[in-house]
């Protein structure tokens, strides 16, 4: 089943929902149709249905909901992104699981929502697919892929080509306390704030601790610092943004 609507005048980000629940794409539905700078173009109860429309409408972002067997919503995600590869895809589930998390993003998803979301977070949530420099996702999640990875020694290097190892990560006290920081999702205007500095100081210094650790971007960054355990951050934080080039 789909369903099309009046298109808005200078729409800011068309969407398309594609979930199997009804009473699911409704909740989406009203969201989105709350925002002036969103737009809904159409909504489908399965992606076999929706590939020539979304193509053909100029969609720009598809949330898609995915369930039990996740395999299932992982081979959707895989031919929606196979099929229009110009779309952003934001996973929408109730699965709060790091397995599932992985399998979508390798797959291609932008960003993983759970479906206890509040209106701004399916909100940053599109509007970060659509600009495809970041992934969104729970921070909870985050932390339990990267605290699965295997730890890093002398031997490892921490990137292809960085040539880094736990030996060679020297960071001042006050870097650490700008990477703790960082490590939970805060703005660097709110660790500025926090610590008493300027931005364009917690910004220098987080340039140094990107570099130290041999990162290219903030979370990667982080993702190092749990690798040779330097850094512990807590168990349970919100949908977090991480940027993919900055």
Known sequence: MSIAFQKRKDPVVRIALIDSQPIVRAGLRAVVEAERDLELLTEFSEVGEALRPISSLGVEVVILGVRKPVENGIRD????????????IIVFTNLRSAPCLVQSLRAGARAYLLADFD?????????????????????????????????????????????????????????????????TGARYRSIADELGLAESTVKKYAHH?????????????????????????PEDEPTQTFPGSR
């Open 77 to 88: 995600l895989q031919t929606l992104r196979d099929s229009c590869p110009d779309v952003a």
């Open 119 to 183: 209106q701004k977070e399916l909100v940053d949530a599109v509007k970060t697919a659509q600009r495809g420099q970041s992934i969104k996702v729970p921070w909870d999640l985050f932390l339990r892929v990267i605290k699965g990875l295997p730890a890093l020694n002398d031997q490892h290097s921490l990137e292809a080509g960085a040539g880094l190892s736990f030996g060679a990560v020297r960071l001042t006290s006050r870097e650490k306390e700008v990477l703790t920081r960082m490590a």
């Open 209 to 233: 601790v990107i570099t130290k650790l041999g990162a290219t971007n903030r979370s990667t960054a982080v993702i190092n610092a749990h690798r040779l355990n330097i850094l512990s951050t």
